[in-house]
């Protein structure tokens, strides 16, 4: 597609429950990327992909949080057991290469009660 | 490690110009990203400066020094619709995009 397609909108979990994001980069676009972003702006960098393969996950929570992007399938971001400080908007931005212009999904607000 | 500053919040008044600084520190260079965020919205890209100098691109403006580590953008004649987040945001060394918090720009009348 010609924009990152992120489902769903909005999500709303009880703590401790799964939560699992969806995104569609941009077709041709081998590198996706998973950004956290709480209040005052702060954008949180969580893993990236180059295509199927994990390209950077420093960022990444990793006992709870886990994230996959298959061939022929929209990438994902899970996460186990969420807890009220996972509460946040979470953007996936999809880019031709690592250090081009990214272009960004209209995110999934997760709200954790 | 890799750190960008930028101001938290500017205010400016419509039809004025505002300039937004942003200083960073990357243990590698691969150019210089603002992105514009409206509440509420995705990141929109604004520009890329990789070279020295200023980069103009109708009422906004990018300026990039790399041996400061500093980069501007430039807002002239401000419109109400200016009012956003503006993001900074370098690449650099270990391949990883490293975002600043982010500037809340207040256009006021």
């Known amino acids: 597609g010609e924009e990152v397609a992120q489902t769903p909108k909005h999500l709303v979990r009880g703590e401790g429950q799964k939560a699992k994001l969806y995104c569609a980069p941009i077709k041709g676009h081998s590198y996706v990327f998973w950004y956290q972003q709480v209040l005052k702006n702060e954008f949180k960098f969580l893993i990236s992909?180059?295509?199927?393969?994990?390209?950077?996950e420093t960022g990444m929570p990793k006992e709870r949080f886990s994230a996959k992007c298959l061939p022929n399938s929209p990438c994902s971001l899970e996460i186990q057991a969420t807890k009220l400080e996972d509460s946040a908007v979470y953007f996936c931005a999809s880019s031709l290469l690592w250090d081009t212009e990214a272009f960004f999904g209209q995110g999934t607000r997760l709200t954790v009660v | 490690g890799q750190n960008i500053d930028q101001p938290t919040e500017m205010t400016a008044t419509e039809g004025a110009i505002v300039q937004i600084n942003c200083t960073y520190q990357?243990?590698?260079?691969?150019?210089l990203f603002w992105y514009q965020q409206h509440a509420g919205e995705a990141p929109t890209f604004l520009s890329y400066?990789?070279?020295?100098g200023l980069e103009e691109k109708g009422r906004f403006s990018s300026f990039l020094s790399r041996s400061k580590g500093y980069s501007y953008l430039l807002l002239k004649e401000l419109q109400m619709k200016d009012s956003a987040s503006y993001l900074c945001?370098?690449?650099?060394?270990?391949?990883?995009?490293?975002f600043g918090t982010g500037t809340k720009l207040q256009v006021i009348p």
């Open positions: 400066n990789v070279l020295d």
């Open positions: 990357t243990s590698g260079f691969n150019g």
């Open positions: 945001a370098a690449p650099g060394g270990y391949q990883k995009v490293t």
């Open positions: 992909f180059q295509n199927e393969n994990v390209f950077d």
